[in-house]
């Protein structure tokens, strides 16, 4: 549609949809032509979102209820919950992976606020080139995860790791370790890398956090003859749990589907020590390829992480609405 402007006699081209957006005429105030605009800028992302987000995650559900294997053939067969059956009562490594993928997501999320909530307090201390300081504690988190995973995988190597090297030279170790291959130190190394990993989103997240406190109320403390100790504990960290509840929440989810670490460093082994359901996900759909039961796998890795966000809410979401 072309306007034409007469003050200085030029014409402009107008789209028709500009004036449906500023409601040009009273036929056209419907809510949703008065909207149109908006409604053509939502639709890219919209369409996206249900092509590649909706609809893999119905097709991963209802593919859970077929037995469908791409080795041995015979197309789907719908079996119901057969899948899940096999799963829970008749995997003897379910139960250990479920358990594998608790300690991975809490030991992480633990760790890593241990880890941020000092680095956040020193970080926002007025040092000497703060900025470097702050540029360089996030390069862990900007790092590909899988570049971190060899690494770290090279640091523990059992013969020629960093690792075992410098523990040996400061006498705190006689025979080398295979870290990522013996039983009780492989979780302690996995959680250590997520931890590096992962601690710098935390730090900053709570480094705006406390960015955020005004010096009113740190200077009030003062007067009132709070210690340091007291100040965090009734200042400032009351002001940190509505950002620290958030991240929490983030880290949980990233944690739980961060299959990339474990893949790198241990392949879910030895044998299925270091197995997650995310790992176990990938090897069932796409080294087995038994898509029925990948997607079984699937199914419930998303319903335990959506319980455990349920019940965090319900623990520590009342306080920081």
């Given at each position: 549609?072309l306007h034409?402007g007469?003050?200085k006699d030029?014409?402009?081209?107008?789209?028709?949809?500009?004036?449906?957006?500023?409601?040009?005429?009273?036929?056209?105030?419907?809510?949703?032509?008065?909207?149109?605009?908006?409604?053509?800028?939502?639709?890219?992302?919209?369409?996206?979102?249900a092509?590649?987000?909706?609809?893999?995650?119905?097709?991963?559900?209802?593919?859970?209820?077929f037995?469908?294997?791409?080795?041995?053939g015979?197309?789907?067969q719908?079996?119901?919950?057969?899948?899940?059956?096999?799963?829970?009562?008749?995997?003897?490594?379910?139960?250990t992976?479920?358990?594998?993928?608790l300690?991975?997501v809490?030991?992480?999320?633990l760790?890593?606020?241990?880890?941020?909530?000092?680095?956040?307090?020193?970080?926002?201390?007025k040092l000497?080139?703060?900025?470097?300081?702050?540029?360089?504690v996030?390069?862990?988190?900007?790092?590909?995860v899988?570049?971190?995973?060899?690494?770290?995988?090279?640091?523990?190597?059992?013969?020629?790791?960093?690792?075992n090297?410098?523990?040996?030279?400061?006498?705190?170790l006689?025979?080398?370790i295979?870290?990522?291959?013996?039983e009780?130190?492989?979780?302690?190394?996995l959680?250590?890398?997520?931890?590096?990993?992962?601690?710098p989103y935390?730090?900053?997240?709570?480094?705006s956090a406390?960015?955020?406190?005004?010096?009113?109320?740190?200077?009030?403390?003062?007067?009132?003859?709070?210690?340091?100790?007291q100040?965090?504990?009734?200042?400032?960290l009351?002001?940190?749990?509505?950002?620290?509840?958030?991240?929490?929440?983030?880290?949980?989810?990233?944690?739980?589907?961060?299959?990339?670490?474990?893949?790198?460093?241990?392949?879910?082994?030895?044998g299925?020590?270091?197995?997650?359901?995310?790992?176990?996900?990938?090897?069932?759909?796409?080294?087995?390829?038994d898509?029925?039961?990948?997607?079984?796998?699937?199914?419930?890795?998303?319903?335990?992480?959506?319980?455990?966000?349920?019940?965090?809410?319900?623990?520590?979401?009342?306080?920081?609405?």
């Amino acid at each position: 549609m072309l306007h034409r402007g007469t003050d200085k006699d030029y014409t402009v081209a107008v789209p028709l949809f500009y004036f449906a957006y500023r409601g040009g005429s009273s036929s056209m105030n419907t809510p949703i032509k008065r909207y149109a605009f908006g409604y053509m800028l939502l639709a890219p992302v919209v369409l996206y979102v249900a092509i590649f987000q909706f609809y893999p995650l119905f097709d991963t559900v209802r593919l859970s209820f077929f037995k469908y294997s791409l080795l041995h053939g015979g197309g789907m067969q719908f079996t119901g919950l057969n899948n899940y059956k096999e799963l829970t009562m008749h995997d003897e490594h379910f139960w250990t992976i479920l358990r594998n993928s608790l300690v991975w997501v809490l030991g992480s999320t633990l760790l890593q606020f241990l880890i941020a909530v000092p680095a956040a307090l020193i970080l926002n201390q007025k040092l000497r080139l703060r900025g470097l300081w702050r540029g360089l504690v996030m390069v862990p988190w900007v790092s590909p995860v899988v570049v971190i995973g060899i690494i770290w995988k090279w640091i523990y190597d059992g013969q020629y790791g960093l690792l075992n090297y410098y523990l040996k030279l400061l006498h705190l170790l006689q025979d080398n370790i295979v870290w990522l291959g013996h039983e009780f130190w492989v979780w302690p190394s996995l959680l250590l890398t997520s931890t590096w990993k992962g601690f710098p989103y935390v730090t900053l997240m709570l480094l705006s956090a406390l960015q955020g406190i005004s010096s009113e109320m740190k200077e009030a403390a003062e007067i009132d003859g709070a210690t340091t100790w007291q100040k965090f504990l009734y200042v400032t960290l009351p002001s940190l749990k509505p950002i620290m509840y958030v991240t929490g929440m983030v880290s949980i989810i990233a944690s739980w589907t961060k299959f990339e670490m474990i893949w790198a460093l241990t392949n879910g082994g030895p044998g299925y020590t270091t197995s997650i359901l995310p790992t176990y996900l990938y090897t069932h759909a796409f080294v087995y390829l038994d898509l029925g039961k990948g997607a079984a796998i699937g199914t419930l890795s998303m319903l335990i992480v959506l319980m455990m966000v349920f019940v965090y809410a319900r623990l520590f979401g009342k306080d920081n609405s």
